[in-house]
């Protein structure tokens, strides 16, 4: 035989062999019952049901994780504590707010101060002792510290209202505080009035320092009719 026809022969049982692979995996996939009876398509029908439950699987679990990561539903839970610590919250903007409105109130009432000395007798000697006091008309307000009192009054006085809003009275404890937070509600009520007529007196470059000093003692008023009432409702929730 040629060196030609070997080679061609050697062609052809390479195609006739891998025609025969593809004929097995066809009759694989046709349950042939000579590829059932070698096993091969139980063999690939356990390897499709293992990938079936293997995306099953997988399926539920990524469901899993998606429901525990979903926010949970329900009411807010109002307890004693809870509130108590709101109450404390409101009681520290309550005294950010007095100091601020004090500061506002000094700036529109300062005076000239003279010094004297007065005369004391102490153990038979004559001691003179310097002695501070005020006389006069007010000193004219300052622009910058009003302004500087007046940005601190913009941010504490709503800061009030949100500590108000953000006390949760549990159910149980409502009837005996309800009298209280209504008050504390019409306190910072008046507050944020007396304010808005603050804003107008602010402007400047004059200012009415006697109507000034009035409101921030109406002010000062408030907070502290708050403060009591506060008290009184964290006492009541106990």
């Not at 997988?58 to 539903?73: A, E, G, H, N, R």
């Given at each position: ?40 398509c139980?063999?690939k ?30 009411s ?19 005294g ?15 005076q ?61 404890k ?6 209280y ?35 921030c ?22």
């Open positions: 035989m040629k060196l030609w026809d070997t080679a061609k022969l050697s062609s052809y049982m390479v195609l006739f062999a891998l025609s025969g692979t593809a004929l097995s995996a066809q009759a694989c996939d046709s349950h042939h019952p000579d590829a059932c009876a070698k096993g091969a139980n063999t029908v356990k390897a499709v049901a293992q990938a079936a439950d293997t995306t099953q699987t997988t399926t539920v679990t990524t469901q899993t994780i998606t429901s525990t990561t979903q926010p949970l539903q329900g807010v839970v109002k307890t004693v504590k809870e509130a108590q610590t709101g109450l404390n919250v409101l009681a520290k903007t309550l950010q707010l007095k100091h601020t409105d004090t500061d506002l109130y000094n700036e529109a009432t300062r000239v101060a003279n010094l004297i000395e007065e005369p004391e007798i102490i153990a038979g000697t004559v001691i003179y002792i310097p002695v501070n006091f005020t006389t006069g008309d007010y000193l004219p307000m300052r622009k910058k510290w009003v302004e500087y009192y007046m940005t601190q009054l913009a941010n504490l006085v709503p800061m009030v209202q949100e500590d108000i809003d953000a006390i949760l009275i549990p159910d149980d409502e009837e005996k505080a309800d009298e937070m209504t008050q504390m509600k019409a306190e910072v009520q008046d507050i944020e009035n007396q304010y808005k007529i603050l804003v107008q007196l602010a402007v400047g470059p004059i200012y009415n320092q006697n109507a000034i000093a009035a409101i003692h109406n002010i000062d008023h408030d907070i502290k009719q708050m403060d009591e009432s506060r008290k009184k409702a964290f006492h009541a929730i106990k």
